[in-house]
């Protein structure tokens, strides 16, 4: 499959000019939900702590990015640091759990986030959401993004180095340390291994990068709600997840893909039947997938 990425690549790079403004707003949208995507994968598929809360680091990144600077670079370090703290505040809740739990205890941090951005008006707007965002300029000195094309552009080159950054981490002793707790921890602990240090570093790791997601998320839209950041949005991340595998992070940024456009552009042919098409969709991904994915592998072995 690595034959794709060079095909994949140039045509992420050349779709601004060959689509229309809206299919421009929408692929970067795609690009800021897949960044979300992989820090779940991180988390669900590398570290074997499946979560629906990271809308959580998400949306407290997009709204710390909201109220900082007009400078690109210091919006994604101010949101990338602010998720990262959320993620270090509620870690003694997730780590010390495992399987459902953790699944449980995730989804009730993310509704919680929902719940105080609906409530917490002088910062988020409440309900009515924050409008009117200035576009801002990648670093000083730089044109500012103010247009579809560049908003998608530079979206595209954060996400790029950010999964470059992590891919490397991952192939690297973290992510070997990362899959043992995964696979078997008591044989971790038994060689002395912190287990629960591990999975806290990877837990606030991906914060960070929810956070970062979270920045992206106000210079592509320039307008937030807590609708951004509901429990519809964890589902379909988790889904996009398990369809692209869930150890891959780059695979969680073409399932998502995948899921959006089931969601927004293939329901636009068939009108009212978005959540029909999601639920096969999720059908698939639950049955079919494992199974092709273990012939794949018998075949190649």
Not at 77 to 104: N, W
Not at 105 to 133: F, H, K, N, P
Not at 167 to 195: F, I, K, N, Q, T
Request: aromatic residues 6%; glycine residues 10%.
């Amino acid at each position: 499959m690595k034959w794709l990425i060079a095909p994949a690549l140039l045509a992420a790079v050349a779709a601004p000019w060959l689509a229309d403004p809206y299919t421009t707003a929408t692929l970067a949208r795609i690009l800021v939900l897949g960044l979300v995507a992989a820090s779940v994968a991180l988390l669900t598929g590398v570290a074997g702590l499946p979560t629906l809360g990271q809308t959580a680091p998400f949306a407290a990144g997009a709204y710390a990015a909201a109220h900082s600077s007009s400078v690109g670079v210091v919006q994604l370090l101010t949101a990338a640091c602010v998720g990262a703290a959320f993620a270090a505040l509620t870690t003694p809740l997730v780590v010390y759990a495992r399987g459902v739990v953790v699944l449980m205890i995730t989804l009730a941090i993310g509704e919680l986030a929902v719940t105080a951005a609906s409530r917490w008006r002088s910062v988020t707007g409440g309900t009515d959401g924050l409008a009117g965002m200035a576009s801002p300029r990648p670093l000083w000195g730089l044109p500012v993004l103010d247009t579809d094309r560049a908003r998608y552009l530079y979206a595209l080159a954060v996400v790029g180095i950010v999964l470059c950054v992590v891919v490397l981490l991952l192939r690297g002793p973290a992510g070997m340390y990362l899959r043992g707790c995964r696979d078997d921890e008591a044989r971790m602990r038994a060689s002395g291994h912190p287990v629960n240090a591990y999975l806290a570093i990877a837990y606030i790791a991906a914060g960070a990068i929810a956070g970062l997601a979270g920045s992206l998320l106000v210079t592509t839209q320039q307008y937030l709600s807590p609708a951004d950041f509901g429990f519809d949005i964890a589902a379909l991340l988790l889904l996009g997840v398990v369809i692209g595998g869930a150890g891959s992070v780059v695979g969680a940024i073409a399932g998502t893909a995948v899921v959006l456009a089931a969601r927004d552009w293939l329901s636009g042919l068939l009108p009212g039947r978005g959540p029909l098409l999601l639920g096969a969709l999720f059908i698939v991904a639950a049955y079919a997938l494992p199974r092709l994915r273990f012939r794949l592998r018998s075949a190649v072995t």
